[in-house]
T-cell receptor, first 115, second 110 residues
Framework: KAGVTQTPRYLIKTRGQQVTLSCSPISGHRSVSWYQQTPGQGLQFLFEYFSETQRNKGNFPGRFSGRQFSNSRSEMNVSTLELGDSALYLC??????????????FGSGTQLSVL | QKEVEQNSGPLSVPEGAIASLNCTYSDRVSQSFFWYRQYSGKSPELIMSIYSNGDKEDGRFTAQLNKASQYVSLLIRDSQPSDSATYLCAVTKGNTPLVFGKGTRLSVIA
């Protein structure tokens, strides 16, 4: 069974540009969560999607957005990139929402560098 | 006060020793507690979950939870160099997203 697939693996952008990251969950998983990981702040929650609906949103500015498609694949978009957006963006999937009962499986992440 | 706090380390232990990793959380209504391991350059992977007070053992790993004191710990017995990684504590209540600590870096010295 294939794991969570994130593309691209690495991305270099300049300030002001926008970027779209993609995540394909494990087959059969319908819930997708996104996290930002930086050395200073650790793992911070961005969004959670289930059945194409955003269930939860973290404390990030509106420049960060996401969506989920009918096949459970998800994308996140960051517009007007800032230097501070440089981070590892991790996607995690589970069978259903609610980390209380559902094991999260993480993808390898997209390393975004903003110059 | 941070929601989930961990000592950043590094925590260095000799091979074969017990490594003890600690985590405190601020939200008293937290219900579920997890330990993830993250090797350098890799993504986090779940190694333990615990939901009720007491100890939970899985192989060389033991998770301990004390809700009254709001702390959760992870013991790794017979530590191996392959256990060298960053260990992330994560907490949730009900159907809310996981809140992670910043992690403790463990180094097992051969």
């Amino acid at each position: 069974k294939a794991g969570v697939t994130q593309t691209p693996r690495y991305l270099i952008k300049t300030r002001g540009q926008q970027v779209t990251l993609s995540c394909s969950p494990i087959s059969g998983h319908r819930s997708v969560s996104w996290y930002q990981q930086t050395p200073g702040q650790g793992l911070q929650f961005l969004f959670e999607y289930f059945s194409e609906t955003q269930r939860n949103k973290g404390n990030f500015p509106g420049r960060f957005s996401g969506r989920q498609f009918s096949n459970s694949r998800s994308e996140m978009n960051v517009s007007t990139l800032e230097l501070g957006d440089s981070a590892l963006y991790l996607c995690a999937s589970s069978l259903a929402p609610g980390a209380h009962n559902e094991k999260l499986f993480f993808g390898s992440g997209t390393q975004l560098s903003v110059l | 006060q941070k929601e989930v706090e961990q000592n950043s380390g590094p925590l260095s232990v000799p091979e074969g020793a017990i490594a003890s990793l600690n985590c405190t959380y601020s939200d008293r209504v937290s219900q579920s507690f997890f330990w993830y391991r993250q090797y350098s350059g890799k993504s986090p992977e779940l190694i333990m979950s615990i939901y009720s007070n007491g100890d939970k053992e899985d192989g060389r790993f033991t998770a301990q939870l004390n809700k009254a004191s709001q702390y959760v710990s992870l013991l790794i017995r017979d530590s191996q160099p392959s256990d060298s990684a960053t260990y992330l504590c994560a907490v949730t209540k009900g159907n809310t997203p996981l809140v992670f600590g910043k992690g403790t870096r463990l180094s097992v010295i051969a």
